[in-house]
């Protein structure tokens, strides 16, 4: 339940703005009264040169005129103290101005308080009712990322507890850098698991680099095997920003025939221009079958739509039919 609503002391926010407000508006009315009983020194020879004019031509009588005067004398009298009235009026505007300030602070505050009450009480649900620490709110959220974007386009992914052994296949790069999130279970499908390794945390010197282990299971793979790798080479119109243009794929000459298969693949290549860099891979005495390997930049690979998953499960299938020699 996301909350709408705070109170300070059981007054409500709702109230104490009210109560600002209705401060700053009877303030101003008071301005408006205090200017409203005031003429000029200017006005008020005007109005005397008028009378004097009307008592001459006869259309004012002695009566109204001394009348008149004698309002105006009293006026003129009061005048006196207009600094005074100045300052009052200064004093009322000061005044409005600081109820508006505090109406705008009080309501930023308790907009800001509500804001943060409502995310921590909406992180708080994520996670099952647990508070969210220090440690949570700093962990990298890659593989949830990833479990969420599989179970978004019809897959059923659960992250599974750390120190899962498959956390070990692909986890380093050059046997140094980089460490495992942890693995991603795939109910019912052809990729039982998928390792999420972050092989480069963000610096000074570049972005994070991830990298999605996605394990083809292989029964007819031989345990003892020399290791297979295929990897891309992806060719660019420019170094580094340019577009990618063309996708080369490396391997032994033993694995010539996926070569050519994955070559002719369209699917394949617009993947690997669309994505990122490909890889696969075998262990022997570790793991008995294929992990294809998708490497990012910023962030780890999420197929956003199904067809993304299609291009991996095709390439377990390439792998999986390929000559056994």
Avoid: C
Wanted: without cysteine.
């Amino acid at each position: 339940m996301v909350l709408h609503g705070a109170h300070l002391s059981g007054i409500s926010v709702g109230r104490v703005i009210a109560i600002l407000a209705f401060i700053a508006v009877s303030a101003y009315l008071d301005v408006v009264h205090v200017s409203a009983d005031h003429i000029s020194k200017k006005e008020s020879r005007v109005y005397l040169e008028e009378i004097d004019r009307e008592y001459k031509d006869g259309t004012l009588s002695a009566e109204d005129y001394k009348a008149k005067l004698q309002w105006l004398e009293d006026h003129d009298a009061k005048l006196g103290e207009g600094s005074d009235v100045k300052k009052d009026v200064r004093s009322v505007s000061w005044a409005i101005l600081s109820t508006l300030i505090s109406i705008i602070v009080v309501g930023a505050f308790f907009a800001m308080r509500i804001r943060l009450r409502n995310r921590s009480h909406e992180q708080t649900q994520l996670l099952g009712g647990k508070k969210m620490g220090m440690a949570e709110r700093l962990r990298d959220k890659n593989r949830d990322t990833l479990t969420q974007s599989l179970n978004a386009i019809g897959i059923q992914a659960t992250m599974l507890d750390r120190g899962r052994a498959e956390e070990k296949i692909r986890e380093k790069t050059m046997g140094i850098f980089g460490s495992s999130l942890g693995i991603i279970q795939v109910d019912g499908d052809r990729i039982p698991w998928i390792n999420v390794v972050r092989l480069r945390r963000q610096d000074k010197n570049g972005p994070a680099k991830y990298r999605a282990v996605f394990g083809i299971p292989d029964p007819t793979l031989p345990v003892g095997h020399h290791p297979l790798e295929i990897k891309t080479v992806r060719k660019k119109s420019f170094p580094l920003f340019g577009k990618v243009i063309d996708v080369h794929w490396e391997a032994r000459d033993a694995l010539a025939p996926l070569v050519n298969v994955f070559s002719q693949d369209e699917a394949i290549i617009n993947f690997v221009k669309d994505v990122g860099d490909i890889a696969v891979h075998t262990h022997p005495r570790q793991f008995q079958g294929w992990t294809v390997e998708v490497t990012t930049l910023h962030k780890v690979f999420t197929p956003v739509v199904f067809d993304q998953w299609q291009v991996i499960h095709k390439i377990a299938e390439y792998v999986i039919a390929s000559p056994r020699d």
